[in-house]
């Protein structure tokens, strides 16, 4: 098996892998399944616990979902063990290989060829097949070749400038621009509804002067308002205050993620500007169920630590949306002398919460002194601690409620 922390995934991290398909690698692996006559083929790469698709072709809708499956589970992790060609040719009888992907994705044969970083082997350009078979030399020889054609693209997004704080906070915040929008509609929806409803209060006001003005009780009585129209107004206001409060809370968030401060980071407000900032997102799969009161601030800058569990939040909650009966995430907070353990739970798998946990890892930066841990279904943020003696000696974490 391969070593959790083998050579290559420092090589790996560093390039700061974005979720989104790059074309060119989407393109070598399309080339792949054509040339060699495979119906699947993808680049994939080995994270902690994950493999993570880089890029694919004709890969299943539960695989294509995820973009990632156990790396305990996957072919592709002998690839990078051995540094070399690996090949299947009949997976239901090899010994060598775990039966998962045989028995849940139907790979019956696979052929991988490693994509070098740094020197280091950190995945594989791989194709499988749902039927046995035997590769050729000459199959091997063209999909090494595509093999160093990603692993030269893949050096090349590793030599990109990126700034892994700016990267984390767009990607953290980028559901509350989704709510903003979503908000937004029906905000100018209820005001063009009391628009309406003012003209026409307008025009009954100038058909009342006059019928008051000529003495025309009759006239009076067929224009008085409905029953219903005031409470249409107050339906239309009451909406109108909900959305404008939810759009200021999402500015105030944004503000506090985007802004940095210099009088601390508090945890309360850490949490609460990550929960407003994710709800785009988990509002789809039960919402957030948060910590009463977290008193305390962290050495951790503000941005940074609202990115991080905002991104956090967003991410398990994608996860979440593929759960057959998403429950909610639950947030508690520990606290020991030196750190802040903010943790997630959800009712999710092993390989649900790797995948969530290794994106988050890539997009950390070392020097922010964030920790990502796991459990089962568990994802644990530890945050660095700064607490006066007095303020610790008050300080108080409330379970969720």
């Known amino acids: 098996m391969l070593p959790k922390h083998y ?3 420092d090589e790996l991290r560093g390039a700061i892998l974005a979720d989104d398909l790059d074309p060119e690698l989407q393109a070598i692996s399309e080339q792949a399944g054509h040339e060699l006559g495979a119906p699947m083929a993808a680049v994939s790469l080995l994270l902690e616990h994950v493999q993570f698709f880089r890029g694919y072709h004709g890969l299943s809708p539960a695989l294509e979902a995820s973009r990632a499956t156990d790396r305990d589970a996957s072919f592709c992790q002998f690839v990078v063990r051995d540094a070399t060609v690996f090949e299947v040719n009949d997976a239901k009888s090899d010994a060598r290989v775990p039966q998962e992907m045989v028995e849940r994705f139907g790979v019956a044969a696979y052929l991988g060829a490693p994509i070098m970083l740094g020197g280091h082997a950190v995945g594989a350009m791989c194709i499988a097949d749902t039927k046995p078979r035997t590769f050729t030399a000459t199959e091997r020889e063209a999909l090494t070749r595509l093999a160093t054609a990603a692993s030269k693209r893949l050096a090349v997004l590793a030599a990109q400038p990126r700034d892994r704080e700016r990267m984390l906070h767009e990607h953290a915040v980028r559901p509350a621009f989704g709510e903003l929008r979503n908000r937004l509609t029906p905000v100018l929806g209820n005001i063009s509804l009391l628009q309406v409803a003012l003209t026409e209060q307008r025009a009954r006001e100038r058909l009342l002067k006059h019928a008051i003005a000529n003495g ?44 940095m401060s210099t009088s601390g980071c508090a945890l309360e407000d850490v949490i609460d500007a990550a929960i407003t900032l994710a709800h785009h997102r988990t509002k789809l799969v039960g919402g957030v169920l948060r910590p009463a009161r977290a008193i305390g601030a962290l050495q951790t800058s503000r941005p940074v630590a609202i990115s991080a569990l905002s991104a956090a939040l967003s991410g398990i909650a994608e996860q979440l949306e593929g759960a057959r009966s998403p429950r909610g995430i639950a947030i508690t907070v520990l606290l020991d002398d030196l750190t802040v353990h903010v943790r997630m739970s959800a009712a999710l798998d092993a390989v649900a919460i790797s995948i969530a946990a290794d994106h988050l890892r890539l997009l950390l930066d070392e020097s922010s002194g964030i920790e990502v841990r796991i459990g089962e279904g568990i994802i644990e943020l530890a945050f660095p601690l700064r607490l006066s003696t007095s303020t610790r000696s008050r300080a108080r974490f409330a379970a969720a409620t």
Request: aromatic share 0%; charged share 20%; glycine share 2%.
């Open 216 to 259: 025309d009780l009759a006239q009076l009585a067929l224009i008085s308002p409905p029953p219903e129209s005031v409470e249409e107004v107050q339906t239309c206001l009451d909406d109108l205050a909900s959305d404008t409060q939810a759009i200021a809370k999402a500015i105030v968030a944004l503000e506090r993620a985007s802004t």
């Open 7 to 9: 050579p290559g995934l």
